[in-house]
């Protein structure tokens, strides 16, 4: 039982803290509300048990293989979410009439988000190689640790999402969006680049 209630807190950290993830769903909370937020979360929070399964599944034997791999996952994902980053600080700030014109970020955007996100896999790894790799039957505290970490990553990814949409009615005016937007887009920036510092 300590085994399960150790990956639920791993799962619980990394679901939480900030990364670029999280940060597009605080922005697509402000933009757009949390319901139209949720693609995202659920998107994102599917993708990222999909990447500890595959992580518990192949991943490790692939990169012992293949260490090249990793910096290649790196950069692919590192690109793709500086893409997201000049989308955010460059989308158009609507007001609430002319928001139904501008899309928030799809299901498959959140899966892709996830999916190609550094810190995801290296998360992913990391709780793989400490709670499946050395229990028995490992199938098992492998699909053990894929519903944690799916129902944590809905809690965590949608906690941020209504952060961002309490904070909706501060951002009322073009020019707080504006700068909410370029700030977050900073934030996802940043946490991408760190990746590679």
Do not use: D
Request: include cysteine; proline fraction near 5%.
């Amino acid at each position: 039982m300590s085994i399960f209630l150790s990956m639920l807190v791993f799962a619980f950290i990394g679901a939480v803290s900030p990364g670029p993830v999280n940060i597009i769903a605080t922005g697509a909370g402000a933009n757009f509300g949390f319901r139209q937020a949720l693609p995202h979360v659920v998107g994102a929070s599917v993708s990222y048990s999909l990447v500890v399964l595959t992580t518990g599944l192949a991943l490790n034997a692939l990169l012992y293989w293949l260490p090249s791999l990793t910096e290649a996952l790196k950069y692919l994902g590192g690109a793709f979410l500086l893409y997201i980053a000049v989308k955010i600080a460059c989308s158009p700030v609507a007001t609430q009439a002319e928001q139904a014109l501008v899309k928030p970020p799809s299901l498959l955007q959140g899966a892709l988000a996830q999916g190609l996100n550094p810190k995801a896999w290296l998360v992913a790894m990391s709780g793989v190689s400490l709670f499946v790799s050395a229990q028995q039957p490992a199938w098992l505290y492998l699909l053990v640790f894929c519903s944690i970490s799916l129902i944590v990553c809905l809690a965590g990814v949608g906690t941020w999402a209504a952060i961002g949409s309490l904070i909706a009615r501060y951002l009322q005016s073009p020019m707080r969006m504006r700068v909410f937007n370029v700030l977050m887009a900073l934030l996802l920036a940043v946490s991408v680049l760190s990746l590679f510092v």
